[in-house]
Every structure is written in C-alpha cells, then in structure tokens.
C-alpha cells in the first residue's frame, strides 16, 4: 500500500535534488502532445456505460475500453452454460480489443521513454 506513495516521494526529491535528471512531477509536460498525430488524436470512448458494467458485475480493475466484449462473452457463457466452446468468437473478440489495447499502452509508453531519452541526452 505504501510503495506508490513512497516511489511518488523518491521521485520528488530526485527532482528536487537533481532536476537535470528527473523531471519534476509538479511541472507541465512541455512537449507538443499532438506530436506524431497529423489530424490530432481522437478521444476515446467506452461503449458500455458504467451502469451497464454494474449490473453486468464487472470488476473495477476490467473496466476498460473492452468492457462491452466481456460483457458479451459473459452473457454466451451463462446462456450456454455447459458448452462453453460456442462462446470463441465472444472470447476471440475480447482478447483481440485486449491486445489491441495493450499495443496503444505499449505505443505510448515507447513515446514517453523516446520523449524522455530526448530530453535527457539531446537539450
């Protein structure tokens, strides 16, 4: 429980006591965050709403932007109960939105470490 707040802590002072190094975390970003994106970013949308996801009993940590496949595949498995195998294309759709969602997370983590190594060792 006390690891987040400790490395938030660990990564102020580092900015404080380095600020060549690290970052300041209060600070703005001051990258364009556009960059990369010629006809701008379009901002994400969760199909399902969020009362959908309650009475659906979806767990707080699955509440993505691929709820609405789960929600889908849920429902082929309690309507087809004891032959799970008709549910595939639910459970093909749901692991392809979750790899898909893991490539954008991916992407961005590569622009954030790509915009980071330029700061550090080229300005």
């Known amino acids: 429980m006390g ?3 400790s490395q938030y802590i660990s990564t102020f002072t580092e900015s404080w006591s380095n ?7 209060l600070d703005k970003p001051k990258h364009d965050s556009l960059e990369g994106f010629e006809s701008g970013r379009q901002e994400r949308q ?3 709403s969020e009362e959908d996801l309650y009475w659906a009993k979806i767990p707080p940590n699955r ?6 496949h789960l929600i889908e595949l849920q429902r082929c498995r309690k309507l087809n109960y004891p032959f799970l195998s008709k549910c595939e294309h639910y459970k093909h759709d749901w692991d392809h939105c979750q790899n898909e969602e ?7 983590l590569n ?5 980071l190594f330029k700061v550090l060792f080229y300005e």
Not at 63 to 68: E, L, Q, S, T, V
């Open 111 to 115: 622009f954030s470490y790509f915009f």
């Open 102 to 108: 893991y490539q954008i997370y991916f992407e961005f």
């Open 3 to 5: 690891t987040g707040t």
């Open 46 to 48: 969760r199909k399902a």
């Open 19 to 25: 600020p060549n190094v690290v970052p300041s975390v």
């Open 63 to 68: 509440r993505d932007y691929c709820a609405d």
